[in-house]
């Protein structure tokens, strides 16, 4: 693998532009000692977007925010389609947003837009969680967020639950970065957990934030690339991580030397996205590699020319063809 630049990646003017604006808020507006994010600077480069009422459907799909804890602000953004057959059923997609623990929210503007897609083209219902942000909130408290979430849409009695749709006995848990690591963390609760109606039968991680304390050769050689450095993961572990603990923490070095054992572990089929252009792709074969040593079943789908965070482009032809194997995994899934 050679050295790879800024000026390797070929990138539309508006997609660079994005990624500059955002690579500066997180340089700007981040303490370099991993203790605090200026979160009212941080907001004027996250927009924000409003549901999309039954009134004011966008291209047939409804949203909607539901709490799920008030005293810790834990709520999620249900998406439903309104252009389903009639009688048809979807399965449920609980999502996790990518951000590196500390950034992005479930109602951020390229989030709200992939979950959309997301719910119009497999068909689904989407529950895009918010979860509580590092360092404010540290280990394991996106993963108890998380975990809440699925137990409170167990038995759902809120309001605009599709429930005459929405196939509740067929979930999959999917996030990207950070909340591919979510998904996976949160999909090992819920092998361990007996719940009443809900039943996961696929996980899915676009580019799954994993590390460790080795660094790896994708780590070292792919300089420069968008979004993601060495220097950034750093804080960003630093940020998420019980005060004292190293990368090799189980939550980070998933198949590590502190690593437990999950080979007796119900856990369903896994698909996994990887990036030629992502510092992280050797982290996340070696979790593709830990899952097989475990027995379970994993695919993975690598995009060569795909930098971290690609699939929160539409307009480049990564992000499509990423949405299309999203939804031929899930339909192979529930066929099964």
């Not at 994993?210 to 968008?226: A, D, H, I, W, Y």
């Not at 189980?250 to 996205?273: C, E, K, R, W, Y």
């Not at 590699?289 to 032809?317: D, M, S, W």
């Amino acid at each position: 693998m050679s050295t790879t630049t800024k000026a390797s990646l070929k990138l539309p003017f508006k997609v660079r532009l994005l990624l500059a604006a955002h690579s500066f808020s997180v340089n700007a507006f981040c303490s370099s000692d991993s203790t605090a994010v200026n979160r009212p600077l941080m907001k004027l480069f996250d927009p924000k977007a409003s549901p999309s009422t039954s009134t004011k459907p966008d291209h047939g799909i409804v949203s909607s925010d539901i709490m799920v804890d008030n005293t810790r602000k834990l709520w999620f953004r249900l998406y439903t389609n309104t252009a389903a057959a009639d009688g048809a059923t979807t399965p449920i997609i609980v999502y996790f947003h990518g951000g590196g623990f500390a950034f992005m929210a479930a109602n951020s503007m390229v989030y709200d837009d992939l979950c959309k897609r997301l719910a119009r083209e497999v068909p689904a219902v989407v529950v895009s969680v918010n979860y509580r942000l590092s360092p404010e909130h540290r280990y394991p408290s996106q993963y108890e967020d998380g975990f809440e979430v699925l137990k409170f849409i167990d038995n759902p009695k809120f309001e605009g639950f599709p429930a005459s749709s929405a196939n509740i006995k067929q979930f999959f848990v999917a996030g990207d970065s950070a909340g591919g690591n979510l998904a996976h963390h949160v999909a090992l609760k819920a092998c361990e957990h007996e719940f009443s109606r809900l039943n996961l039968v696929g996980v899915v991680e676009l580019q799954p934030f994993f590390g460790g304390e080795e660094r790896t050769e994708s780590e070292m050689k792919l300089v420069g690339t968008p979004l993601i450095s060495v220097k950034r993961t750093d804080w960003m572990w630093k940020a998420f991580l019980p005060q004292g603990c190293n990368r090799d923490h189980p939550a980070v070095n998933v198949f590590g030397p502190n690593s437990v054992d999950i080979s007796h572990l119900s856990f369903p089929p896994t698909l996994v996205f990887i990036g030629g252009f992502d510092p992280l792709q050797d982290w996340q074969r070696k979790y593709v590699e830990g899952l097989r040593k475990c027995g379970k079943k994993v695919y993975t789908i690598e995009y060569p020319n795909a930098f971290h965070g690609f699939y929160g482009f539409a307009e480049l032809p990564e992000s499509s063809l990423l949405i299309a194997a999203v939804k031929s995994f899930v339909q192979n899934q529930l066929a099964t």
